[in-house]
């Protein structure tokens, strides 16, 4: 069967971006792939938070990603540090990874470009241990976004590079492209961010959406509210493309263009639509976050099942490396 690996950092609230560019996907795809997903607790230490600040997105991560239908009857849901042979495996794969490469990947280049003193070396190695992720499962399949890419090009060089050296082992993953590669922030410039306050929560209620959508940009040649704007132009429609009604965004496309409905009128109803989609997926939350111990329960066996397939790659990977087994 076809083999998904893909992960989501717990390095804040999933938000919207999150949600269009791979949650949804995630649940879609249970039904044609064997699904593994992972809360990626070790690429958010790159971020250094505090380790109260991390057990907690863990689980409020973990409670997302079931209320959006992520199902742990048929998928495996874990944390990433709970299965060791990540690391493990990360390090035998940076021996086979060329520096070239890793100076080349954008991601690392836009996180640190504003903010030299967030440049770790774990930051840098990132992929590599995306790579691990990825292969540990001998995933066949990745899911990616537009940001994703380039390092699933990384992990597929370096799976070519061990079979080099040590024979057939790893399957080249292929990309499964995401049909909402890339949602903006409210700011309507860069990529929707839990780190960069330009997002908006999956779990969020109808005021703290509302206040976030109130200072989102729209279109900048609408000055006032008689100038016909231009949707093509604005990033809150095509928000509205993905939770609008079709009906409604016609309504919209024809008030908006002929200045007979404002922006403050478009937010509003973009507002009631994201909640009205996200509500069932809140009212899910809101019971799994009565019972912590059961989401706990859910992790722990997503990990066990993780653990045996990782460590029947490893005792392959250990053979053929060499590493004795005693
Ligand atoms: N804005 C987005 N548009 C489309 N897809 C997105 N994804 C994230 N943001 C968008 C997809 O969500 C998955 C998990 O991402 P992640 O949380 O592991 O890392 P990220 O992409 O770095 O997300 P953030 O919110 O930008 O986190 P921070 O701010 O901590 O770096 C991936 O499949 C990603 O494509």
Not at 244 to 261: F, L, M, N, V, Y
Request: hydrophobic residues 35%; negative net charge; contains cysteine.
């Amino acid at each position: 069967m076809k083999r998904i690996l893909s992960g989501m950092q717990p390095t804040g609230s999933a938000h919207l971006g999150n949600y269009l560019g791979a949650i949804r996907n995630w649940v879609d795809m249970q039904d044609e792939y064997e699904c593994f997903y992972s809360v990626v607790d070790l690429h958010a230490l790159t971020t250094r938070p505090s380790a109260e600040k991390l057990r907690s997105n863990v689980l409020e991560l973990t409670i997302a990603l079931l209320a959006s239908g992520v199902d742990p009857e048929r998928s495996v849901l874990f944390v990433q540090s709970a299965v060791k042979e990540h690391a493990e495996l990360a390090w035998i794969l940076s021996c086979h990874t060329v520096l070239g490469d890793l100076n080349r990947m954008t991601q690392f280049k836009e996180k640190t470009e504003d903010d030299p003193g967030v440049a770790n070396a774990g930051l840098y190695t990132y992929p590599i241990l995306q790579a691990a992720d990825i292969m540990v499962y001998r995933a066949t399949h990745v899911p990616v976004g537009e940001d994703q890419n380039q390092h699933l090009e990384l992990t597929r060089e370096v799976a070519r590079r061990f079979r080099h050296h040590y024979g057939e082992l790893f399957p080249e993953p292929a990309a499964v492209n995401s049909p909402t590669p890339r949602v903006l922030g409210v700011d309507g410039q860069t990529k929707m961010s839990k780190s960069k306050g330009n997002h908006i929560g999956l779990l969020e209620e109808a005021d703290e959406v509302m206040a976030k959508l109130r200072g989102a940009v729209t279109d900048p040649q609408r000055l006032r509210r008689t100038d016909p704007g231009c949707p093509e132009v604005c990033n809150l429609w095509s928000l509205h493309g993905s939770f609008t009604p079709d009906e409604q965004q016609k309504e919209i496309h024809e008030g908006c263009t002929t200045a007979t409905i404002g922006c403050v009128d478009c937010k509003k109803m973009l507002c009631d639509n994201i909640i009205a989609h996200t509500e069932p997926i809140r009212e899910r939350a809101r019971a799994l976050r009565a019972d912590p111990d059961g989401v706990m329960d859910v992790l722990r066996q997503g990990n066990e099942k993780a653990r045996a397939e990782a460590s029947a790659t490893m005792a392959l990977v250990r053979e053929r490396v060499g590493i004795w087994d005693v």
